[in-house]
Each structure stands twice: as C-alpha cells, then as structure tokens.
C-alpha cells in the first residue's frame, strides 16, 4: 500500500492515471502531455509500475500502458479500513439513533 501512496503523492502520475482512464495509450503519447524530459517520464512510469497502478504491454517497439484500478481500489478500501470507513463501519448518523 505505501508503494500506492508514494506513486498517488507526485502531481505527475496522478495526471497520468487520469489520463489512462480515457484507455490504454503508448508511452509516448503520455509523455508528449508533460513539458518534461523522457527520461523524468519513464521514472514516473517506473514508479506506476512498482506500485501495480499500471501494466504494459509491449507493442512491436512501443510499450503500451493500461490503469489498473483494482490495485488502487484495494489500496483506498485499507486506508479506508484504517480510519474505520467503508463497509461495516457505522456512520455518524447510525450511531446518533
């Protein structure tokens, strides 16, 4: 989970997430949005991967990336299940009544 928030911590991957939620795109295609070198863009990229926000498939020579929402679905219902959110979690109004 630390590596979900450290990836979701950056500006930059979160508008790559938001990006792949249109669909999977080329590696290049993303980093074209961003005024940063090719190199800073494939450390982001490194960084998506390592936490499983992202998986790529390769295509001839392009690598094609795709959002994977169930590893950050997981990651939100733990902190979620940290502060006693989410489900089996009495809202403030149950516990008034």
């Known amino acids: ?52 926000l992202v998986t790529t498939q390769k295509d001839g020579t392009s690598v094609i990336y795709h959002l994977n929402v169930s590893v950050l679905e997981e990651a939100l219902l733990g902190f979620a299940g940290v502060f006693g959110l989410g489900s089996g979690a009495a809202s403030p109004q149950e516990e008034k009544s």
């Open 1 to 52: 989970m630390n590596d979900v928030f450290k990836a979701l911590a950056d500006p930059t991957r979160r508008e790559v997430l938001q990006r792949l939620k249109a669909g999977p795109m080329s590696a290049g295609r993303l980093a074209e949005a961003f005024p940063v070198s090719k190199p800073t863009m494939s450390a982001h990229f490194a960084v998506l991967r390592q936490a499983g």
